[in-house]
Nanobody, 119 residues
Framework: QEQLVESGGGLVQPGGSLRLSCAAS????????MAWYRQAPGKQRALVAA???????NYADSVKGRYTISRDNTKRTVFLQMNGLEPEDTAVYYC?????????????WGQGTQVTVSS
């Protein structure tokens, strides 16, 4: 059964760093583009970063130069290194397939991991 488990969130001061991890159970995650999303209070969930199976990445403009997405296919794990965190980065972070595949697959979201940036 496909499952996503995010971890690594927490409370950090502005300018700090966090590294999020996503353990993905299921072959579908190994062979498709994976992505990180976030949902801030009162806002819709938004795509933050994505990585193909070959390692090509892309990022939302708001996080370019600060975030780095990576993956370890042997362990079906996706990471998000977040540096230079800002209060505006406060959100629940989720990993999943890229937006198109996510809709096709119909796999539920994981529980997410809370990131709070505050002094």
């Amino acid at each position: 059964q496909e499952q996503l488990v995010e971890s690594g969130g927490g409370l950090v001061q502005p300018g700090g760093s966090l590294r999020l991890s996503c353990a993905a159970s299921g072959y579908i995650f190994e062979i498709n583009t994976m992505a990180w999303y976030r949902q801030a209070p009162g806002k819709q969930r938004a795509l933050v970063a994505a990585i193909t199976t070959g390692g090509t990445t892309n990022y939302a403009d708001s996080v370019k130069g600060r975030y780095t997405i990576s993956r370890d296919n042997t362990k079906r794990t996706v990471f998000l290194q977040m540096n230079g965190l800002e209060p505006e980065d406060t959100a629940v972070y989720y990993c999943h397939l890229d937006p198109v595949m996510r809709l096709r697959a119909g796999i539920p979201w994981g529980q997410g991991t809370q990131v709070t940036v505050s002094s």
